[in-house]
């Protein structure tokens, strides 16, 4: 039997809430779709926590700004849920845009502070439509835990604290980075680029490398690391950052002096192809 597949919030909330009555526990991982290893090792990771996993797959149109690549974004559903089910999957919640955003809908999870530095700086209106769609997938899944990679670092930081602050009885789960052998972190987007491209892709790890080999090393200047960093990209001819920064894990601030709470993050456009990563400096 292929995995059911269901489209409709109410049902959706009726399968888990049934599951849960006979005492199973269900996790939540919530994708865009266009899945790859990082999203498989999510499923697999909640698939041997709880005992019910549902995927989500919705290309959510309040988190990408104008002129991103909404249109674009790569969708296979049928493709995914092969994917979701080998890797654990129970049931895949596969939403249209007007289940999730009906005529008139006009509430939204605001969270000021954390929301507007690093990528919210270059993707204002991210974060709202990203903790908005968020906590819905969660009134409509109400998991007992949620899967995230750490690969979106800020997304991990704002979910947390969002979840906290409105007391949304769901464990959050942070789930390693996958990446490909030469360490580019995996991404729905990674498909977009180029042979060259891709090539130069690389260069995000590699700076993030050079910074935590550096600190190692006994550097604890916030400038010279993302100095470090800033080399190591600008040696990649397509490759252009947006930010390059080393901030506190829970505050997101700017550290001048790093201490082992710190994460590298960084942005960088590839061409057209906008990618992300990061790394925590120690540990
Ligand atoms: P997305 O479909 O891009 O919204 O991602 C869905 C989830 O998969 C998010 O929690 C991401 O952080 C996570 N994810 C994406 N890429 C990776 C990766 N390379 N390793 C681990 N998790 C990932």
């Known amino acids: 039997m292929p995995l059911p597949r269901s489209t409709c919030p109410n049902e959706t909330r009726g399968i888990v809430r049934a599951w849960q009555a006979e005492g199973l526990s269900v996790g939540l991982v919530p994708t865009m779709g266009a ?3 990082g999203h498989l090792s999510l499923v ?9 996993t549902v995927v989500s797959i919705y290309v959510n149109p309040t988190q990408f700004g104008a002129g991103e690549d909404l249109a674009r974004y ?18 895949v919640f596969c939403p249209a845009d007007e289940a999730i955003y009906p005529d008139g809908h006009c509430t939204f999870v605001d969270q000021p502070g954390l929301t507007e530095v690093l990528e919210g700086e270059f993707r204002p209106a991210h974060f709202r439509g990203v903790l908005t769609v968020v906590l819905k997938l969660l009134h409509i899944v109400p998991a007992n835990r949620v899967y995230f990679g750490r690969k979106d670092f800020q997304q991990t930081v704002v979910v947390r604290r969002m979840v906290r602050d409105l007391n949304v009885p769901t464990e959050v789960r942070v789930m390693p980075t996958v990446r490909e052998p030469d360490g580019l972190a995996m991404s729905s987007r990674n498909r977009y680029l180029s042979e060259e491209e891709r090539r130069q892709a690389v260069c995000l790890h590699r700076a993030l490398v050079a910074a935590r080999e550096r600190y190692a090393a006994g550097e604890t200047a916030g400038d010279v690391l993302c100095r470090t960093m800033g080399r190591v990209i600008a040696e990649a001819p397509m490759a252009q950052a947006d930010y390059v920064e080393v901030v506190d894990c829970e505050t997101l601030e700017p550290r001048d002096v790093v201490t082992d709470r710190a ?21």
């Open 35 to 37: 899945l790859h290893e």
């Open 44 to 52: 697999r990771a909640s698939d041997g926590e709880c005992d019910r």
């Open 74 to 91: 790569p969708r296979n559903l049928d493709g995914d849920c092969r994917l979701a089910e080998g890797a654990g999957a129970d049931l």
């Open 263 to 283: 994460v590298a993050a960084l942005a960088v456009r590839i061409g057209r192809t906008r990618l992300i990563d990061n790394m925590p400096l120690s540990g």
